[in-house]
């Protein structure tokens, strides 16, 4: 293939056209508002996990390229919007592989007055909408967090110690001192490596009830604190959805934001600007909701049955 070359050709692009074609009309079915918001900000996102990328505008000053539209859909829904969804380019640095981009394509949305179950079952009708497989709604799996880990890890999540997490992983020396005392590093690392690998992969399999150390956005439990109301999808490994209950008290979420920043800044990473606008948002009243986001292109990856997100893509940037 020569440079200039697409990575894709029409068929995928039809495949990619069709299938969000069907997530409007899913969304319109229910009478979701479609919303456009701001890919810059001042403000860049907190998350430990999560790098944003930069540009310089006149004047010097920094601006950031959303790696979500999510603080400013909760300010329309503060605002009085009612359910809502976007389909929007968000650009995320360092995140390059075979199924990850720097700037990949998401549908977020949110649904007034939804708890887990009924975010669930929601995500679960989209999905199977989107990849025209109405029966994966029923066939679906759903396990608590620490259940999963139980039965396909072995692996106790509220008393494991990050050595043992480590032993788990199979940790060689140079991968220890790494991830070191990040307990929900070692977590994640035997989610994607030991969990998902033995999901089924001709279903949809929920993970629900995530420890609060990872709610991030998202709400307690309020029937068992050790969880947050949080929950992703997979589709044998590749996980497609990741959504909550969301979090509306706004002191708390301050303090989960200093959190982070303090993580970034304790393993040397940028601490961003963060954006109390959704504070402000919180402060004023964000109605009972739950929201989901999902990668489009991890969706068309799973309708073509491909590995490799280059397959489904047109162009791909040239930082990957």
């Known amino acids: 293939?020569?440079?200039?070359?697409?990575?894709?050709?029409?068929?995928?692009?039809?495949?990619?056209?069709?299938?969000?074609?069907?997530?409007?009309?899913?969304?319109?079915?229910?009478?979701?508002?479609?919303?456009?918001?701001?890919?810059?900000?001042?403000?860049?996102?907190?998350?430990?996990?999560i790098d944003s990328l930069s540009v310089r505008a006149q004047h010097d000053q920094d601006l950031f390229l959303h790696t979500s539209p999510e603080f400013a859909m909760k300010r329309l829904l503060a605002g009085g919007y009612p359910d809502i969804y976007s389909i929007c380019r968000v650009f995320r640095d360092g995140e390059i592989g075979m199924r990850h981009l720097p700037e990949f394509t998401l549908i977020e949305w949110y649904r007034l007055g939804f708890d887990l179950d009924a975010i669930i079952g929601d995500t679960l009708r989209l999905l199977a909408t989107c990849l025209d497989r109405p029966r994966l709604v029923k066939s679906s799996v759903q396990h608590n967090y620490a259940d999963a880990f139980a039965a396909f890890a072995g692996v106790d999540v509220f008393e494991a110690s990050e050595e043992k997490l480590a032993d788990r992983c199979n940790a060689d020396p140079g991968l220890r001192?790494?991830?070191?005392?990040?307990?929900?590093?070692?977590?994640?690392l035997i989610l994607g490596t030991?969990?998902?690998?033995?999901?089924?992969?001709d279903c949809l399999t929920v993970v629900r009830h995530f420890p609060s150390s990872q709610a991030g956005l998202a709400r307690l439990c309020p029937d068992d604190q050790r969880v947050a109301d949080r929950f992703e999808v997979f589709c044998g490994d590749v996980e497609l959805a990741n959504g909550y209950v969301e979090l509306r008290d706004a002191e708390e979420q301050r303090h989960r934001i200093e959190h982070d920043l303090e993580t970034r800044q304790r393993d040397g990473r940028r601490a961003y600007p963060p954006d109390l606008s959704l504070i402000d948002a919180l402060d004023a009243g964000l109605p009972a909701c739950a929201g989901v986001a999902v990668g489009v292109e991890r969706l068309h990856m799973t309708?073509?049955?491909t590995d490799d997100i280059r397959d489904v893509v047109t162009f791909a940037s040239e930082t990957s």
Not at 177 to 188: K, M, Q, S, Y
Not at 194 to 201: C, D, E, G, W
């Open 177 to 188: 001192p790494e991830i070191g005392v990040h307990r929900d590093a070692w977590l994640d």
């Open 1 to 49: 293939m020569r440079d200039w070359e697409p990575m894709s050709g029409p068929a995928a692009a039809r495949r990619r056209a069709d299938l969000l074609d069907r997530a409007r009309g899913y969304f319109k079915a229910h009478d979701i508002l479609a919303v456009d918001t701001p890919a810059l900000s001042k403000y860049a996102a907190s998350d430990p996990n």
């Open 303 to 305: 309708l073509d049955q």
């Open 194 to 201: 030991i969990i998902a690998p033995q999901f089924a992969h």
